[in-house]
């Protein structure tokens, strides 16, 4: 999922840590590459590109790997990188709807790669448009609790076009339009209150509650989807309660 997965808690004991590691590497370098493919390598007149540099450098990826990225996106190496964007729809478990986005060099390969993972764990292909509908693209910053309240943010980012603040766990998630992101994460700097992850990303309109049985099967369906190469991002509108959280919590 994206980086505050609220599955995170259940999952980190799952992941091989330096794998999935390798992997968020692996989507920060792509999109570096396809934002100086579309603009060019200057970052300042570049800001797709000042961003996921950004990005990359805050999740730790070597400058040197970073710098390479760039001048294989903006041609300078001599290669050709071109990656399409693509969107599957799926059902999972108890009627959950999900959202896979790839980006990938080899259509072909994406869609049987991401069919095969599906079915194989017990999801289902959708239709065009039959999932879809139940997301909106959104703004979303992710910062700790802390000693904050709903208020504090809500002050911080109300002027900057931010629509609401969400709790999530032992979070906040800042909801906006996209387009108002940078001015929401300028405005929680200038009240100097700390965040950990600003994307845009696929927001649920509504969400689905899974019981523990489900929810060990959507678990192993997104874990399957995260793994591939193309996957950049799996959304979904599966809910899962702290009850829930606790038994799957108490099978390792």
């Known amino acids: 999922m994206s980086g505050h997965s609220k599955w995170a808690t259940t999952k980190h004991k799952k992941a091989v840590i330096d794998a999935k590691r390798a992997k968020s590497f692996a989507k920060l370098i792509k999109n570096i590459e396809v934002a100086a493919r579309a603009g060019g390598a200057d970052l300042a007149g570049n800001p797709a590109l000042e961003l996921a540099v950004q990005k990359a450098k805050k999740t730790s990826v070597p400058i040197d790997n970073i710098n390479r990225a760039v001048k294989r996106g903006a041609g300078l190496t001599g290669e050709v990188v071109d990656y399409s964007e693509i969107i599957y729809e799926a059902r999972g478990p108890q009627g ?10 080899n259509k072909n390969r994406a869609a049987s790669e991401v069919r095969v993972a599906i079915t194989r764990n017990g999801g289902s292909i959708a239709d065009p448009g039959s999932v879809a509908y139940l997301f909106a693209r959104k703004g979303v910053v992710s910062l700790p609790k802390k000693d904050l309240s709903e208020d504090d943010v809500l002050m911080a980012v109300l002027d900057a076009g931010a629509e ?5 766990g032992e979070s906040f998630d800042v909801h906006s339009e ?19 992850t600003d994307e845009v990303e696929f927001v649920p309109s509504m969400q689905v509650e899974l019981d523990a049985d489900a929810a060990r099967k959507f678990l192993k369906l997104v874990d399957a989807l995260e793994e591939l190469d193309d996957v950049q991002n799996v959304y979904s509108n599966a809910e899962l309660g702290d009850d829930v959280l606790a038994e799957l919590e108490s099978d390792d």
């Open 96 to 105: 959950s709807a999900l959202l896979i986005e790839c980006l990938t060099d």
């Open 178 to 196: 996209p387009t108002d992101l940078r001015a929401v994460v300028a405005g929680l700097e200038e009240a100097g209150i700390e965040y950990e």
């Open 164 to 168: 609401e603040v969400k709790e999530s």
